[in-house]
């Protein structure tokens, strides 16, 4: 599967439901529409295709043991809400309510492709994350990457 980008904003309807922007559906597989979404690690929700949930679930499974509590904690974090959802014939998923009430959702979302998976936002969150952004990208970078580059 290849890298979601982009961001959409996005209607709600009173029902909870979300209806997927044909730009971002084109870079999905047409295949799989098949979702699972669960809450994000900040206030958002994140919506992951099926065969990248089950990776992710894997990757979670197989790192964390159930005989730590600390451990134990973050799998219970991550799996509470987990959600399969599939599109309708409109391209519409439903978001659960619990979730929904979570990441504060009301008429208007911002859908965020970020590697194979999409966040959503609520219009205020999604601004409030942007508006913490650093000014200086560029040494945060340098900090992560700076030493990890190879120059040949």
């Not at 961001?7 to 699972?36: H, I, W």
């Not at 439903?94 to 959503?120: C, H, S």
Request: proline share 3%; charged share 30%; glycine share 4%.
């Amino acid at each position: 599967m290849q890298r979601l980008t982009g961001e959409y904003e996005c209607k709600v309807d009173a029902k909870g439901r979300l209806r997927m922007p044909s730009s971002l559906m084109q870079q999905l597989s047409s295949d799989n529409l098949t979702f699972t979404v669960n809450r994000g690690f900040e206030k958002n929700l994140v919506l992951y295709p099926k065969e990248v949930w089950v990776q992710k679930a894997e990757e979670f499974d197989s790192h964390l043991n159930m005989y730590s509590s600390k451990q134990r904690q973050v799998l219970r974090y991550f799996y509470r809400g987990a959600t399969e959802v599939a599109l309708d014939g409109s391209d519409r998923i439903l978001l659960p309510k619990t979730l929904v009430k979570y990441a504060d959702i009301t008429d208007r979302v911002m859908l965020f492709g970020i590697q194979q998976q999409i966040e959503i936002w609520s219009i205020e969150e999604y601004e409030k994350m942007i508006s913490q952004e650093p000014e200086d990208f560029s040494q945060i970078a340098d900090e992560i990457f700076g030493n990890s580059v190879n120059n040949d």
